[in-house]
């Protein structure tokens, strides 16, 4: 049985391991995986493990799984100026079903208990309103819109930027 870091009521945040990077280039390269709104990096293993050795202490990738291990989706943290952002995907079969909610729980209960951070951010393309019901039922707000922020899906898209402040988190959750 692997270790689990982040435990869960329905799932597990667990560190993705060097072995397991095919795995995510697998999922990461699915333009279904990621939908619609998500840019599509199409990497080899190569340039995965490339990226998976440069990561800073501060950056972490995890898979999101259910308690019997299947792996749901995957979530990412990492330093921006002043915070950390945070990004999130599941597998469309597993969408709706209070996951994702329940991952960003975990992750910025992790980050609020285990950083001396002021906020947590993550920015969310403007159509993506699944995702943004996921960000306000966890306590973020949103502060506003980030013009032709990035290009996805051969065009520019704006995006909005969600964040949740250390008093406005208070207590943890999970």
Partial sequence: MRWK???GKNINLRIVEKNELPTLAELCNNPEYLGQYIWLPQQSIAEWEKR???LTPDTKW???EKKDGTKIGTMFHWPVENAVEIGYVLVPNERQKGYCTEAVKIIVDYLFLSKNIVRIQSPTDTKNVAS?????KVGFK???TIRKSGFTRGE???RCLFSILREEWKEQKH
């Fill in 5 to 7: 870091l982040l435990e």
């Fill in 52 to 54: 998976y050795d440069n």
């Fill in 62 to 64: 995890f898979f999101i």
């Fill in 132 to 136: 943004q019901r996921v960000l306000l």
């Fill in 142 to 144: 949103k502060e506003g």
């Fill in 156 to 158: 520019w898209r704006d």
